[in-house]
Structures are given as structure tokens and as C-alpha cells.
């Protein structure tokens, strides 16, 4: 007989237009016991669960379902609700199992065969178990968890390879992650996507040292050079292909650690193939001069936070007439991007005026001592006068502006 797939939403009884909820909900649990009384003959399964019907329909899931491979199993209510041991332990083609705010019993011998791993929605995860459990998944290529938390228990923690991983998301407490990415080992070519999801208070200290972790972490998997990088206020995002969709590293920390992105995080990575960068976040002069302004690659900016940028590009500029432009900064850059100035303003303590003449400044030193910049973009930036936009026009190659999509004031 063919195999089957069951694809049951007991959370949308109005389907029967005809029929009470009640009376709907009969139908569909009606339905759900015929199609499980063939569960040994189900290849796929998706369940949506309200918690009312949640141990009536866990019921029918304790016989064996020999030819599962595909699970999927959602709990819609904002608590979450702990699943048995499925299918009395023997899915053994099980390759796929996906859950929504459950509870799994890592103790199931359930999971030895598994290749994509997804837990959204879940408490707080035990360390121990789940390493344990991980540690049979020998087959895994893709991991995805959103936990509340994962437990800080350091006993009898066991190190997990994982060969064939191809994905690691994990939404979780800084620290948990954190712990958990320390126990797995997985191939250089791991696309890694690390966000905080907890508001627990982190202290200064621990800030710190978790960040000096986390680069411990992310050098393991950047054997390959990175070419792009985007950075905003509360992480980082690295490609090592240009013309990837999914970056490599996609990392978040909270909001309170997020000096040590620029501190602690950027310092210590290597840059040496970087071909383009977009930075969302404020950094400071001396960040963008330790880590950008010398990259012998870097030939498109974007920057959407201009005084720590300025300030660099200015540290370069020669102090008397000279031939020699060894000195200018950012000089692979043929491309560069604002976007969100405000071109009138001017920075705290600064006397070398508004940005839009610091900006000019540098243009003309650009041209002056090496090749005028290829091409300028402005974004949505305000306070530009059309006699500014002829100036631009005339100290780099290409302005790309238009004053629809920019704010005028």
C-alpha cells in the first residue's frame, strides 16, 4: 500500500461551515484517528495542536511508524507542552523533525537518524541531555534552535561531532549558545547564525569574556577569507562568497554588550580579503583605522554613521602640499555609500566643520593625491543643497543621487 501523508490543523474547526466548533472538532479528530490508524504506513506528518486536543491526539502517536520520515509537530498556545516518547521510540527513517513550542524528551531513541533538527519556541533546554542526544545525530546537516535558555550545568557535558553539519542557528541566551557552540565540533564550512534572544543582565566582566569567546568560536570556522561584512548596533553579518544570499556568520548579542563588537569582537578578526562593508553601527575613528583603513581590498563603504568615519578618512589627509599619498586612508575604496546623514552637522569638539566640508575635504585630497573617487552614492541623507550636489559632481567620477529618495530640508 502507498505511503501517506497526514497533514491535520485541529486549530481550524470553522472549516466546516456547516457545524459547530464542537461539531467540527469531532470531524477532525474523526478524520486524524482514521489517518493514524495507518500510522505505520505515514511518510510525512504535520500536526497542529490546540492544547485541549493535545493528549488525545499524542495518544494515537505511540505505535511505531516505520516509514516516517518527515515531523512536524506545533503546539499553538503561548505555554509549552512536553511530547512522550514518540512512536514508541521506532521511526528509524526519521530524518526531518521540526517542533513548536514543545518539549522534547532527549532520551527518546529517536533521533539517530536524524539530518534537519528544528526546536522553535521551546523553555529552557537541558545542556546535558541535549548534548547526549546530539551526540547520536551523527548524520545532522542542519540545526536550528529558539530556546528560552540552556542550561549552565557543566556535568558530565560530552564534546559532539557533527561531520556533515551544514547549518547551526541558535536563538538562546548569549551565555547558553555560547556553552553549546563550545561542545560541537563541525566543519570549517558551517553556516553559523548566533542571536541573543534573553534581556537577563550581563555584567561588564562577563561581557568581556564572552565576547573573547565568541571570537575563540568564530575562528575556528573562518579558514576561508571573508569578502563582505555588514554590521549594525547589535551584531555582525560575514560572507566569505560576494554573491551568497545566506552569510556565513550571523551573529547577535545583547544590547548591553554591544560595545564589544567594536572593542573586542573586530579587533581580533582578520580582514585581509574584505571587498565590501556596510557599517549601520557608530564606531569610532580608531576602530575603522585598526581594522578597515589600510585593507588593500576594500573597494565598496557604506556608512550610515558618519563622525568615527570622517575623523579616519581625515587622519590621512597630508598636513602640507606633498606627492607622496602613502599616508591617505581607504585608498583600494572606489566606491563609497552614505546613507542617513544629516550633511549639516557637526560633530561634538570638532572644528573642521560640518560633514558635508569634512566629506569634501577628503574628496579633494583623494583626487588630489591619488585617482578621484569612482563613484559617490547618497542615501536618504538631509540638509543638501543643490549647489553641494554640483560640488560632489565635480570631485568624483559618478554621484549617484536623487533627491526624490533623499530628504530635503
Not at 243 to 260: C, G, K, L, M
Not at 268 to 297: H, K, M, Q
Amino acid at each position: 500500500m502507498a505511503p501517506l501523508t497526514v497533514d491535520a490543523d485541529l486549530t481550524q474547526y470553522y472549516y466546516f461551515r456547516n457545524s459547530s466548533i464542537s461539531e467540527g472538532k469531532e470531524k477532525i479528530m474523526c478524520m486524524v484517528k482514521t489517518a493514524f490508524s495507518h500510522v505505520s504506513r505515514v511518510r510525512k506528518l504535520r500536526l497542529k495542536l490546540r492544547p485541549a486536543d493535545f493528549p488525545d491526539v499524542l495518544a494515537l502517536l505511540a505505535s511505531p511508524a516505520p516509514l516516517l520520515e518527515h515531523c512536524d509537530i506545533i503546539f499553538a498556545s503561548a505555554d509549552q507542552e512536553a511530547l512522550p516518547n514518540l512512536f514508541n521510540g521506532i521511526c528509524p527513517r526519521l530524518t526531518s523533525l521540526s517542533t513548536d513550542r514543545c518539549i522534547l524528551n532527549w532520551q527518546a531513541p529517536i533521533f539517530s537518524n536524524l539530518q534537519n533538527l528544528k526546536i522553535d519556541s521551546a523553555g529552557l533546554v537541558p545542556m546535558c541531555q541535549f548534548l547526549t542526544a546530539l551526540s547520536s545525530m551523527s548524520y545532522l546537516k542542519s540545526l536550528e534552535m529558539s530556546v528560552t535558555s540552556i542550561s549552565n550545568s557543566d556535568d558530565h557535558l560530552v564534546h559532539v561531532e557533527l561531520p556533515h553539519l551544514v547549518k547551526l542557528w541558535l536563538r538562546a541566551d548569549f551565555a547558553g549558545w555560547m556553552r553549546l557552540l563550545e561542545h560541537i565540533d563541525a566543519p570549517n564550512t558551517t553556516c553559523l547564525q548566533l542571536h541573543n534572544n534573553s534581556r537577563d543582565h550581563i555584567d561588564q566582566t562577563q561581557q568581556v569574556a564572552l565576547a573573547h569567546r565568541l571570537v575563540n568560536q568564530i575562528s575556528k570556522y573562518m579558514l576561508e577569507p571573508i569578502r563582505s561584512m555588514t554590521i549594525d548596533g547589535m551584531g555582525l553579518k560575514m560572507w566569505v562568497a560576494s554573491s551568497s544570499e545566506n552569510p556565513r556568520f550571523d551573529i547577535s548579542v545583547p544590547y548591553e554588550a554591544r560595545e564589544q563588537i567594536s572593542k573586542v569582537i573586530l579587533p581580533a578578526l582578520s580582514y585581509r580579503e574584505l571587498n565590501s562593508v556596510t557599517i549601520g553601527a557608530s564606531l569610532d575613528a580608531e576602530t575603522w583605522l585598526n581594522c578597515f583603513a589600510d585593507l588593500e581590498n576594500l573597494k565598496e563603504i557604506e556608512v550610515h554613521e558618519g563622525p568615527g568615519f570622517l575623523s579616519a578618512l581625515e587622519s590621512g589627509i597630508p598636513k602640507r602640499a606633498t606627492k607622496n599619498c602613502e599616508a591617505l586612508k581607504f585608498k583600494a575604496m572606489n566606491r563609497l555609500t552614505i546613507q542617513g546623514w544629516n550633511l549639516t552637522e557637526c560633530a561634538p569638539n570638532q572644528e573642521n566643520g560640518s560633514h558635508m566640508k569634512r566629506l569634501k575635504t577628503f574628496l579633494r585630497a583623494r583626487g588630489k593625491y591619488a585617482e578621484p573617487l569612482d563613484e559617490l552614492v547618497v542615501q536618504r541623507c538631509r540638509c543638501l543643497p543643490n549647489r553641494e550636489v554640483e560640488t560632489l559632481r565635480k570631485i568624483v567620477k559618478v554621484l549617484d543621487y536623487d533627491p526624490t529618495k533623499n530628504y530635503r530640508r
